[in-house]
């Protein structure tokens, strides 16, 4: 049982879904939840997908939510860059998520941040070496995360990380991170649900980013074996899980 649990922070890919597929038993889980009046929000690192497009698309599944229980990096992103003055960026994001940036002034040439996020198959060495002359004439790295891979229908993906990793060793200077493994992120989510931390677990695929992310935070760690999950991986890493589930689907079972 996961005993004293009064709260949920769960991720998305490869907990609740994969693309558009869910996971067997999320929904039923999730209203369980819902039925014995324990709050959840999601936290994601999704950066491919405004608020209001994953929120339709988890809808449309069956997955059970309010707009406002989804917290991504990119409204994290813009608090930071709001909290920082407005500073202009250039940014590295589709198309479909600037509406999150809104008010933020941009810059195509020498701006003061290079605000690294998804842009697909857009990548390639020209950008790169753009983005890393950018960074060389003064300019902060500022990551909406630094994951390595995630899991999609298609099969395992190699994530941001590898691009902010490559622009770190190239230009010297280190990358400043907004969402998932950094506490702030969890602490925003956390003060929505107006629980202590004790009174919350987070759950997620990601041994790393999210348990080990929630655990630094003072958030219990609970990691499932869908999505992402590698036995490997686990072994390897000095993160200990609060608890290791199948799925999210037990939650019925364990709360």
């Excluded at 929000?41 to 497009?53: A, G, I, L, P, Q």
């Excluded at 008010?103 to 983005?131: A, C, H, K, M, Q």
């Amino acid at each position: 049982m996961l005993s004293g649990v009064k709260g949920i922070l769960c991720d998305v890919d490869g907990v609740v879904s994969i693309g558009r597929t869910p996971i067997p038993g999320a929904a039923e889980a999730l209203e369980h939840l819902a039925s014995n009046g324990i709050p959840y929000r999601f936290v994601t690192n999704t950066t491919t997908e405004s608020r209001t497009t994953l929120y339709k698309r988890l809808r449309a599944m069956g997955i059970p939510l309010e707009p406002d229980h989804l917290f991504t990096t990119h409204e994290v992103a813009a608090r930071y860059l709001v909290d920082r003055g407005r500073p202009t960026c250039f940014l590295l994001v589709e198309d479909g998520v600037r509406e999150a940036y809104a008010g933020i002034p941009t810059d195509e040439s020498t701006p003061d941040i290079v605000l690294v996020g998804d842009i697909g198959d857009r990548w390639d060495y020209p950008l790169l070496n753009r983005v890393f002359n950018m960074i060389m004439s003064g300019a902060e790295i500022v990551a909406l995360h630094k994951g390595r891979y995630w899991q999609t229908e298609a099969g395992l993906k190699m994530d941001i990380g590898a691009f902010v990793a490559g622009l770190e060793y190239a230009t010297g200077k280190s990358a400043t991170i907004v969402g998932k493994p950094e506490a702030a992120f969890f602490e925003i989510a956390l003060a929505d649900l107006g629980l202590a931390r004790d009174d919350v677990v987070m759950i997620g695929d990601d041994i790393e980013s999210d348990v080990g992310g929630a655990q630094r935070a003072g958030i219990r760690g609970v990691l499932v074996k869908t999505g992402k999950y590698e036995e490997d991986a686990v072994k390897r890493s000095s993160i200990k899980p609060y608890a290791v589930i199948s799925s999210i689907a037990e939650l019925t079972r364990l709360i």
